[in-house]
């Protein structure tokens, strides 16, 4: 996986989050929410990346961040999500591999018809490797 790609980078609602969580890899290894009423099984394509590597003594820092990204209802509920994968595009779930991902709520919830979902990241990036 290639940090300083900027292209490719999707974010994908999921069901769950897969029974040895720190054991994942791959988009595949996550139960995506179904594909209808506004959401596709590909998730959204994120915008906005930027690595930035800053140099410290014998270390760097990499700083891992995009914009912020909105999920629509239309023509009916979107329903079942529990989390989010953030991950590089490939030729099918299976060949994607997941950077990260994160819990939204302890149950699973219904965006409802007409209503929109923000996940907004982390005013200081996604993730900071020291």
């Given amino acids: 996986m290639d940090l300083s790609d900027t292209t490719g980078w999707r974010l994908a609602l999921v069901k769950t989050l897969g029974a040895t969580p720190y054991a994942v890899s791959l988009l595949g290894s996550f139960t995506q929410v179904a594909e209808a009423n506004g959401y596709s099984s590909s998730g959204k394509a994120l915008t906005s990346e930027i690595l930035t590597i800053s ?50 709520t302890a149950t699973q919830f219904t965006l409802a018809q007409g209503n929109t979902l923000t996940i907004a990241m982390n005013a200081a990036g996604v993730f900071i490797l020291y």
């Fill in 55 to 104: 140099a410290g003594g014998t270390s760097g820092t990499y700083k891992f961040d995009v914009a912020d990204l909105t999920f629509a209802a239309t023509g009916g509920n979107i329903t079942s999500i529990k989390g989010a994968v953030i991950y590089q595009s490939g030729a099918s779930a299976g060949a994607c591999h997941a950077l990260c991902f994160s819990t939204l």
